[in-house]
């Protein structure tokens, strides 16, 4: 499906408030567009209106005295009045002349000897014409005056009435954009959460950022902005050329050659934009990484003195995008008021070769209202074509986010299951497990083993060998190539992975820990974790002599990643958060080589209750911290090579037995 297709769909969601704002719109530019047509009634029938006919009459409403007589416009006579001699009043130049008789209107006018000659044809007629002074003219103009300001109240009401449909037509167009973004992040953010874990393993942190946050803010641009403008402006658009054929339909031909040039200036632009905006958005997304990598390195950085050279990295980098957005600014600079200002010449040299000059004359072919009501349609027309042309820049960057957006969500996740399954005895088996990061290249060879409820098994050998990897198999972060692993015996690829993990609790290595507080990160939010089990689960594993010195205790702030905490207080809140959740199977991934000896014997100590009544494994390479251990697999290059308690793997004297006497020193003293 396309990006604008699927856009689309995420509009329709919001089709409710999407229609009424456009109906508000509609209604609104409705009452904006009158404003030209009342202005052509202002000028053709009230301004010019006095060189109509007027006829002699009594003394009446709308009546104007003249030399004693009474005159009056023939359109204001009333019903069933008649005669009366008819009487013109006609400009010339800028001038006003009375004329007693009824005359021609068109016609080339002149006045001659204090006679108005009129020419048509290539005849002059010659009439009498008595020049007018300000205070009768201004007579003739009375009747006009109430008419006029009533024109202008009526005016002046449409606009208050259109201002109230543009406020609703702006408010809910905008808030339509927001729910749509607001639903289109909430769907990214959830779907990250499905990916599977070799997801991640391939795009740096800084990219998925950029996607959520910076490809989002984009296309909230395309529904806030430039839908809103396009909208906007094809509805101003097609009112105006209602109103052009309207007042005359050659001249709204004329205005239609603007159409087929906006729509191949538009393809044009589209073409080469949307290659310039893939490279800057993913430059973009590499500039965010870059970033991400270098705060979170920062310290490595620093104390390899490698500033200079991260820094030329990153202006590599924005050298680049430098480059496309100068590019792309170009391009823009070819658009936009450019394109709208050779449009707007184009029209109006056709319009006056149209017309000549001879339309700005009185008693012309065309009125002066409807000159000017069309003059007043095409700056408007002209508007909304340029609001059109500088939105095209924002629709080509929102449809290359929407693209990458679209890409993400097309990744093929994991349902999360609302399925529960009851707490699992823990009796883990691996049969004949191989498994590959990449297609044939296997990293596990044929591992079989088991680990019944209560037992602890240690896996250790040299890095690389597949400790970690057996880990995330059992976590189902991978799936198994060949082999199996069941849970109870029950093949755990047929099991719900949510209804799985819940009874699995990891401590790891690193410990991560999210901004809150202890407790918080202890609890992680779940509502059958109470704080009374928060607080014994930190209890469980020593931790109320690491956090005694802390002001509010368990409540303490935590930072992202608790940055402001030791590393053996980031691990023992770690290690109380996996006790908390009570998982059936608890994994330990090297889980105490970043604490202090003095720590690791309170833990040590802890662990010895809490593995009770639960399958517990433990990576390790201090072997000291797993002689205790019911079983020991002995890892090599994916295979086990020796498997079983420390007692037994020591008088075997091979691999175990070499790396233990290494580790304590024993290695030394036999060779001295």
């Not at 931790?543 to 509010?552: N, P, Q, Y």
Request: aromatic residues 10%; proline residues 2%.
């Amino acid at each position: 499906m396309s990006v604008g297709k699927r856009l689309v769909q995420y509009a329709l969601l919001y089709k409710s408030m999407i229609i009424a704002a456009l109906l508000m719109l509609t209604v609104s530019v409705g009452a904006e567009l009158a404003g030209p047509f009342i202005a052509k009634k202002m000028i053709d029938d009230h301004i010019l209106g006095i060189e109509d006919r007027w006829v002699e009459s009594g003394q009446q409403e709308d009546a104007v005295a003249y030399q004693g007589k009474w005159y009056i416009r023939e359109e204001y006579r009333s019903d069933g009045e008649s005669g009366g001699n008819e009487v013109r009043v006609f400009q010339v130049g800028r001038s006003f002349y009375f004329i007693p008789e009824d005359v021609p209107s068109d016609g080339e006018r002149a006045i001659t000897d204090g006679k108005l000659s009129i020419r048509k044809n290539g005849e002059t007629s010659l009439y009498e014409a008595e020049k007018l002074s300000g205070s009768e003219l201004l007579a003739f103009y009375q009747p006009e005056i109430p008419r006029i300001i009533k024109l202008i109240a009526f005016y002046f009401g449409l606009l208050l009435f259109a201002s109230f449909f543009q406020y609703g037509q702006h408010f809910y167009l905008q808030k339509a954009a927001n729910r749509v973004i607001q639903k289109m992040r909430n769907d990214v953010f959830n779907h990250i959460q499905r990916l599977p874990i070799q997801y991640f393993d391939n795009l740096p942190a800084g990219k998925v950022v950029a996607r959520i946050t910076n490809d989002t803010e984009a296309i909230r641009n395309l529904y806030v902005t430039v839908l809103s403008t396009f909208f906007t402006s094809a509805i101003y658009i097609v009112g105006i050329y209602i109103a052009l054929f309207i007042l005359d339909p050659s001249l709204a031909s004329i205005c239609l050659i603007l159409m087929p040039i906006l729509v191949l200036w538009t393809y044009l632009y589209r073409r080469y934009a949307s290659s310039y905006n893939k490279v800057i958005r993913s430059k973009v997304s590499e500039i965010n990484a870059v970033i991400n990598e270098s705060i979170q390195g920062m310290p490595i950085i620093q104390a390899f003195r490698r500033e200079k050279k991260t820094k030329e990295e990153f202006e590599e980098l924005n050298e680049m995008h430098y480059r496309y957005q100068n590019k792309l600014l170009n391009l823009n600079s070819l658009t936009s008021h450019n394109l709208s200002g050779v449009l707007r010449n184009i029209v109006f040299v056709a319009f006056i070769w149209h017309f000549g000059g001879g339309s700005l004359e009185v008693g012309s072919v065309i009125s002066l209202g409807v000159l000017y009501a069309f003059v007043d349609y095409i700056n408007r027309l002209f508007q909304p074509i340029t609001g059109i042309v500088n939105q095209l820049s924002n629709l080509e960057q929102a449809l290359v986010a929407g693209e990458r957006v679209f890409k993400l969500l097309e990744e093929k996740g994991t349902d999360v299951e609302d399925e529960r399954m009851e707490r699992y005895r823990g009796d883990v088996s691996f049969e004949h497990v191989s498994f590959g990061y990449k297609k044939d290249d296997y990293v596990l060879k044929d591992i079989h083993f088991s680990a019944t409820r209560g037992e602890t098994v240690a896996l250790v050998g040299h890095t690389g060998s597949g400790k970690s990897s057996i880990m995330n198999l059992l976590f189902r972060f991978y799936d198994v190539d060949e082999g199996c692993i069941t849970i109870d015996g029950k093949d755990i690829r047929e099991l719900p992975i949510q209804a799985v993990r819940e009874h699995m609790g990891i401590v790891l290595q690193d410990p991560y820990l999210f901004t809150g507080t202890i407790a918080s990160n202890v609890s992680l939010g779940q509502e059958g974790i109470s704080r009374e089990k928060v607080e014994a689960s930190l209890k469980a594993v020593g931790a109320e002599k690491a956090f005694a010195g802390l002001a509010k205790g368990y409540d303490e702030p935590v930072i992202e990643k608790g940055s402001t905490l030791s590393s053996g207080q980031r691990q023992l809140i770690s290690f109380a958060r996996a006790l908390a959740f009570d998982p059936a199977i608890l994994i330990l991934d090297e889980a105490t080589s970043s604490i202090d000896t003095e720590t690791e014997s309170i833990i040590q100590e802890a662990m010895e209750v809490v593995k009770k009544g639960r399958t517990t494994f433990i990576i390790a390479h201090r072997l000291s911290t797993i002689k205790n251990a019911d079983q020991i697999l002995v890892l090599d290059r994916g295979s086990i090579a020796e498997m079983g308690n420390h007692d037994q793997l020591m008088e075997r004297k091979g691999k175990y037995y070499h790396m233990y006497h290494l580790q304590s020193g024993a290695a030394g003293e036999e060779a001295g």
